[in-house]
Nanobody, 118 residues
Framework: QVQLVESGGGLVQAGGSLRLFCTAS????????MNWYRQAPGKQRELVAD???????NYADSVKGRFTIAKDNAKKTLYPQMNSLKSEDTAVYCC????????????WGQGTQVTVSS
């Protein structure tokens, strides 16, 4: 069964940085597109970034130039790096693998909370 575990969140001041982690199991990580989502209070879940099997990346306009995403296939881990954080980046961040969560195949879980203080 596919399992995804997020970590690395916390409280950070505006302008600061955080590195998040998403560790996967139950999938062939190297050939799976990984997605990074966030959900702010009272808002819909938003796709922040994704990284394909070849390492190609895409970013939401709201984070382009500030966030990067990388992965380690051997460790089956996704590494979203968030720089120049803003208060509007405050949200619960979650990952998805091959649309297992978006497609309802596995639950979303608790994610990791990022709070940016201004």
């Amino acid at each position: 069964q596919v399992q995804l575990v997020e970590s690395g969140g916390g409280l950070v001041q505006a302008g600061g940085s955080l590195r998040l982690f998403c560790t996967a199991s139950g999938i062939i990580f190297s050939v799976t597109t990984m997605n990074w989502y966030r959900q702010a209070p009272g808002k819909q879940r938003e796709l922040v970034a994704d990284i394909g099997s070849s390492g190609d990346t895409n970013y939401a306009d709201s984070v382009k130039g500030r966030f990067t995403i990388a992965k380690d296939n051997a460790k089956k881990t996704l590494y979203p790096q968030m720089n120049s954080l803003k208060s509007e980046d405050t949200a619960v961040y979650c990952c998805d693998a091959g649309r297992h969560r978006v497609g309802g195949l596995i639950p979303w879980g608790q994610g990791t909370q990022v709070t940016v203080s201004s």
